[in-house]
């Protein structure tokens, strides 16, 4: 079974978290556009060098040369069987653009992990980092996390834990207000489509896994899925 997916979900959802780990179950790629943006920086493709120049201008990347990069991921080996879209669409454009790039190979499933606000503040304020090597905290044993932070050191390297600067609460509103400012038009393009699902991103990371492959193979197997 050919299982596409895209992964939206505001910050703090844990949409990177859960595609990761249906990518790794269902054993097809997770596709981070950050990732590939990078790599076709390093790899010196041709749309990668189109990104490297306007990147060193100090612009970000638009609509089509991020398109022109997935679609070139997506042109590889191993996405032959599926693959997990985490980044991608951004915009209705992007979707627009998308969608003759995966027409034919099977149904797009796209899931929305939706999580309320507050929990989301709660969530992002509570994220650490290493102040050394800036790695994510993980949680640890059980009970680790509950210790106090100045308590706490990063498992990469042995650092202390901070904060993020970006996940201070008046910080972490305004991201969420320009997230949804932006993706509510995307959301609601997908959302006519018999493949859209919404899951509880609000439940226990395990619980969501759970729910993500029971609405996945729903999707993949009605109508539109077959």
């Known amino acids: ?50 990104a490297r120049a306007i990147m060193e201008r100090g612009e970000l990347v638009g609509d089509d040369v991020m398109t022109a990069i997935v679609r070139e991921r997506l042109e590889q080996p191993d996405t032959r069987n599926g693959f997990v879209l985490d980044g991608f669409p951004r915009t209705v454009a992007q979707a627009v653009a998308l969608d003759p790039i995966v027409n034919g190979r099977g149904p797009l499933i796209v899931l929305h992990i939706v999580v309320p606000e507050l929990e989301l503040v709660r969530r992002l304020g509570s994220r650490l980092i290493c102040a050394n090597c800036g790695a994510d905290a993980d949680p640890g044993p059980p009970g680790e996390s509950a210790q106090p932070v100045a308590a706490r050191r990063c498992r990469r390297c042995g650092g202390p834990l901070v904060q993020r600067a970006d996940d201070r609460e008046a910080i972490v509103r305004e991201r969420l207000r320009v997230y949804h400012r932006e993706t509510e038009p995307l959301v609601e393009y997908y959302r006519r489509r018999p493949t859209f699902r919404v899951v509880d991103g609000a439940q226990a990371p395990d619980r969501v896994a759970a729910e993500v492959a029971s609405v996945v193979d729903a999707a993949s197997s009605g109508p539109a899925g077959k």
């Open 1 to 50: 079974m050919v299982l596409n997916l895209i992964m939206l979900g505001s910050p703090g959802a844990g949409k990177g978290t859960q595609a990761e780990r249906f990518a790794r179950t269902r054993g097809i790629p997770k596709i981070s556009t950050g990732d590939i943006l990078r790599k076709a920086v390093d790899a010196g493709t041709g749309v990668g060098l189109r």
